[in-house]
Nanobody, 126 residues
Framework: QVQLVESGGGLVQAGDSLRLSCSVSGRTSGRYTMGWFRQAPGKEREFVAAISGRGSSTSYAASVKGRFTISRDNGENTVFLQMSSVKPEDTAVYLC???????????????????WGQGTQVTVSS
């Protein structure tokens, strides 16, 4: 059973930086894509970033490209989301996600993932 546990969220001011972590257990993480999504109150879950199994390919939502960076440490079975120049509109619960199968390229849709963490709250004040 794949388990994902996020950490690193909190309350920050606009323009600050924050690093989220996702600890993966139950599988060898180096083969599978990993993704980050976020969900704000009253809104649908949306894609943020994804990374291939070996970290050679990444993709980002247009709203975070150039400000957020996804990375992974397969030796530690951990995926990171470095958030910089955060804005109030980045406020949301951030969720780590893992697919149940191998993908040729990192999927960007919710349906591409089968396992989800419980999420970590990020609140950005103006």
């Amino acid at each position: 059973q794949v388990q994902l546990v996020e950490s690193g969220g909190g309350l920050v001011q606009a323009g600050d930086s924050l690093r989220l972590s996702c600890s993966v257990s139950g599988r060898t993480s180096g083969r599978y894509t990993m993704g980050w999504f976020r969900q704000a109150p009253g809104k649908e879950r949306e894609f943020v970033a994804a990374i291939s199994g070996r970290g050679s390919s990444t993709s980002y939502a247009a709203s975070v490209k150039g400000r957020f960076t996804i990375s992974r440490d397969n030796g530690e079975n951990t995926v990171f989301l470095q958030m910089s120049s955060v804005k109030p509109e980045d406020t949301a619960v951030y969720l780590c996600a893992a697919p149940g199968k191998l993908w040729l390229s990192p999927p960007t849709m919710v349906s591409g993932y089968d396992y989800w963490g419980q999420g970590t709250q990020v609140t950005v004040s103006s």
